[in-house]
C-alpha cells in the first residue's frame, strides 16, 4: 500500500474525467494527497487543471460517453499541450492509436480473459517500484511505438506505459489502496 502524504507544493487541480468507471475512488486518494479533485464531464470543466485521470470503466461505454459530450477533440488538446494524464485500465484502450490516439500503442480488450479471470498480482513498476496490482478485465498492450516507455508487464504483456507527460496503467491501483502514481502525476510537470 502507498503512503498518504500531503503535497507540499500546494493545491494542485487534478481532474478525473467522471462520465463513467469508479471516478469517485481516484478522487479519494487526491483528496488524502492534498490536491483538490474535480470531476470533468464536459470540455469547460477542463480548464485550469494541473493534471487529469481517465479512470477505468468500460470502454465502449466511455467511448459513447466522450463523443455524446463532445470531449475527445479537448482531451487530445489537453494532452498534447504537456499537461500530466494518468488513464487506469480501460483508459488505456481510449488513450490508444484506434480510439483517442494520445498514446502510440495498440491495445487489446479483455485480454488476461473475462471478469472471472480478474486477479491481483506483485508488479516491479519502473520508477516507483514494487507494488500490489488489481486487475479487472484488463487490457494489454499489443504494439507500442518507439516513443513509449513499458514501465511493467505481466508474463511478458506490457501492462504499464508512458509516453512523454500519459502514463497508462492496465490495473486499477485505487482499488488495491495505492497511491504511488497519483503521487508521481501530482509531481509532473504541465502547463496550467
Given at each position: 500500500?502507498?503512503?498518504?502524504?500531503?503535497?507540499?507544493?500546494?493545491?494542485?487541480?487534478?481532474?478525473?474525467?467522471?462520465?463513467?468507471?469508479?471516478?469517485?475512488?481516484?478522487?479519494?486518494?487526491?483528496?488524502?494527497?492534498?490536491?483538490?479533485?474535480?470531476?470533468v464531464?464536459?470540455?469547460?470543466?477542463?480548464?485550469g487543471?494541473?493534471?487529469?485521470?481517465?479512470p477505468?470503466?468500460?470502454?465502449?461505454?466511455?467511448?459513447?460517453?466522450?463523443?455524446?459530450?463532445?470531449?475527445?477533440?479537448?482531451?487530445?488538446?489537453?494532452?498534447?499541450?504537456?499537461?500530466?494524464?494518468?488513464?487506469?485500465?480501460?483508459?488505456?484502450?481510449?488513450?490508444?492509436?484506434?480510439?483517442?490516439?494520445?498514446?502510440?500503442?495498440?491495445?487489446?480488450?479483455?485480454?488476461?480473459?473475462?471478469?472471472?479471470?480478474?486477479?491481483?498480482?506483485?508488479?516491479?513498476?519502473?520508477?516507483?517500484?514494487?507494488?500490489?496490482?488489481?486487475?479487472?478485465?484488463?487490457?494489454?498492450?499489443?504494439?507500442?511505438?518507439?516513443?513509449?516507455?513499458?514501465?511493467?508487464?505481466?508474463?511478458?504483456?506490457?501492462?504499464?506505459?508512458?509516453?512523454?507527460?500519459?502514463?497508462?496503467?492496465?490495473?486499477?491501483?485505487?482499488?488495491?489502496?495505492?497511491?504511488?502514481?497519483?503521487?508521481?502525476?501530482?509531481?509532473?510537470?504541465?502547463?496550467?
Open positions: 500500500m502507498g503512503k498518504t502524504t500531503a503535497d507540499t507544493r500546494g493545491s494542485r487541480i487534478v481532474g478525473v474525467l467522471a462520465l463513467q468507471g469508479g471516478f469517485e475512488a481516484h478522487e479519494k486518494i487526491l483528496r488524502s494527497l492534498g490536491a483538490e479533485a474535480r470531476e464531464r464536459v470540455p469547460a470543466d477542463l480548464e487543471l494541473d493534471a487529469l485521470i481517465i477505468g470503466g468500460e470502454s465502449t461505454v466511455m467511448t459513447l460517453g466522450i463523443e455524446r459530450e463532445g470531449m475527445a477533440e479537448p482531451l487530445r488538446a489537453l494532452a498534447s499541450k504537456g499537461t500530466p494524464v494518468l488513464g487506469t485500465c480501460a483508459a488505456m484502450i481510449m488513450l490508444d492509436r484506434d480510439h483517442l490516439g494520445v498514446l502510440d500503442i495498440g491495445t487489446e480488450r479483455n485480454a488476461f480473459g473475462r471478469q472471472l479471470r480478474s486477479f491481483e498480482a506483485e508488479l516491479e513498476l519502473d520508477g516507483i517500484g514494487p507494488l500490489h496490482a488489481v486487475f479487472i478485465r484488463a487490457p494489454w498492450v499489443t504494439e507500442h511505438g518507439d516513443g513509449v516507455d513499458v514501465l511493467a508487464r505481466v508474463d511478458g504483456h506490457a501492462v504499464a506505459v508512458r509516453q512523454g507527460n500519459v502514463v497508462a496503467v492496465a490495473f486499477h491501483p485505487e482499488l488495491a489502496g495505492e497511491t504511488r502514481l497519483h503521487e508521481r502525476l501530482l509531481g509532473m510537470n504541465g502547463s496550467r
